[in-house]
């Protein structure tokens, strides 16, 4: 099999978002303002109640999908489409906002650490204004695989190691695995050529990714083609894999709103001041 590389390395920059939440953003920043089709990676972590408490409240979204996905902490999701569900640790919200939506993530907590990824996937022009869909994941519907001794992976999106993800019927046919190795552990993923992909160690000190070290808090862009090999080094890591079809369209965007030209985007601004979504 032929092994992907590194081809370039991104740290996050310190923002924040929603209603002041502190956050680390890695893809939509200066250094790396998308991976096509991925337009947004923002990893929120703190176990400081004022950086987290004021949340998400409800805002519009449209011509794209927003992926939430929880390590620890506890928030609420509501959407104007009737849809509710808890982010527990361990858990994944996979929301097509497609032609309009509303939808709040707010704390359920006071104190303590909460801890996760937002990751925002581009829509194909012909289906930025399909019906909105919302899949809510719980931690006990994600198989979880040993490939390898000292290596374990939660099949969040995609296939590997004779499971499926939960996640089903998205355009741009992602993978998006939660990657543990041990010390010394190694293992080799396969993914789809041409499949644009990012691996990021959100735990640990660092990891081995395409033969070369990667450190916490660092993403790493791949190159296109054949699989991705991640070993341990001297402690526990935890890798996020991911990796989805490019869509090679042209991308308007303002703030909560992707579309394909700045028409689109006049016209959902129109649409959302108008109450249509």
């Given at each position: 099999m032929t092994e992907r590389s590194i081809l370039r390395r991104i740290r996050g920059i310190d923002t924040s978002d929603g209603a002041g939440v502190k956050l680390k953003r890695v893809i939509g920043q200066p250094g790396l303002d998308m991976l096509d089709p991925f337009l947004l990676l923002d990893e929120f972590r703190s176990d400081q109640a004022g950086d987290y408490i004021a949340g998400f409240p409800e805002h519009p979204h449209r011509g794209f999908e927003t992926v939430t996905y929880m390590l620890a902490g506890h928030m609420k999701h509501h959407d104007n489409h009737g849809n509710s569900g808890d982010l527990v640790p361990g858990s994944v919200q996979w929301m097509t906002a497609g032609r309009g939506i509303l939808h709040s993530e707010m704390p359920e907590q006071e104190d303590g650490l909460m801890w996760g990824f937002q990751l925002w996937v581009n829509l194909p022009s012909k289906d930025k204004m399909i019906a909105p869909r919302?899949?809510?994941?719980?931690?006990?519907?994600?198989?979880?695989?040993?490939?390898?001794?000292?290596?374990?992976?939660?099949?969040?999106?995609?296939?590997?190691?004779?499971?499926?993800?939960?996640?089903?019927?998205?355009?741009?046919?992602?993978?998006?695995?939660?990657?543990?190795?041990?010390?010394?552990?190694?293992?080799?993923?396969?993914?789809?050529?041409?499949?644009?992909?990012?691996?990021?160690?959100?735990?640990?000190?660092?990891?081995?990714?395409?033969?070369?070290?990667?450190?916490?808090?660092?993403?790493?862009?791949?190159?296109?083609?054949?699989?991705?090999?991640?070993?341990?080094?001297?402690?526990?890591?935890?890798?996020?894999?991911?990796?989805?079809?490019?869509?090679?369209?042209?991308?308007?965007?303002?703030?909560?709103?992707?579309?394909?030209?700045?028409?689109?985007?006049?016209?959902?601004?129109?649409?959302?001041?108008?109450?249509?979504?």
């Amino acid at each position: 099999m032929t092994e992907r590389s590194i081809l370039r390395r991104i740290r996050g920059i310190d923002t924040s978002d929603g209603a002041g939440v502190k956050l680390k953003r890695v893809i939509g920043q200066p250094g790396l303002d998308m991976l096509d089709p991925f337009l947004l990676l923002d990893e929120f972590r703190s176990d400081q109640a004022g950086d987290y408490i004021a949340g998400f409240p409800e805002h519009p979204h449209r011509g794209f999908e927003t992926v939430t996905y929880m390590l620890a902490g506890h928030m609420k999701h509501h959407d104007n489409h009737g849809n509710s569900g808890d982010l527990v640790p361990g858990s994944v919200q996979w929301m097509t906002a497609g032609r309009g939506i509303l939808h709040s993530e707010m704390p359920e907590q006071e104190d303590g650490l909460m801890w996760g990824f937002q990751l925002w996937v581009n829509l194909p022009s012909k289906d930025k204004m399909i019906a909105p869909r919302y899949q809510d994941i719980g931690p006990e519907r994600i198989p979880v695989v040993h490939p390898a001794d000292g290596v374990e992976v939660k099949v969040i999106a995609g296939e590997f190691d004779g499971v499926t993800g939960p996640v089903s019927e998205v355009i741009t046919q992602p993978i998006y695995l939660d990657i543990a190795v041990q010390p010394g552990a190694s293992v080799t993923i396969p993914l789809p050529d041409g499949h644009a992909g990012f691996a990021y160690v959100f735990d640990g000190v660092d990891a081995e990714v395409g033969g070369q070290p990667l450190a916490r808090s660092e993403l790493a862009v791949l190159s296109r083609n054949g699989g991705l090999r991640i070993a341990g080094r001297d402690t526990v890591a935890r890798v996020l894999l991911v990796a989805g079809h490019p869509l090679n369209e042209s991308v308007a965007r303002y703030g909560p709103f992707v579309m394909n030209t700045p028409e689109q985007i006049h016209e959902a601004i129109t649409d959302f001041r108008a109450g249509k979504f």
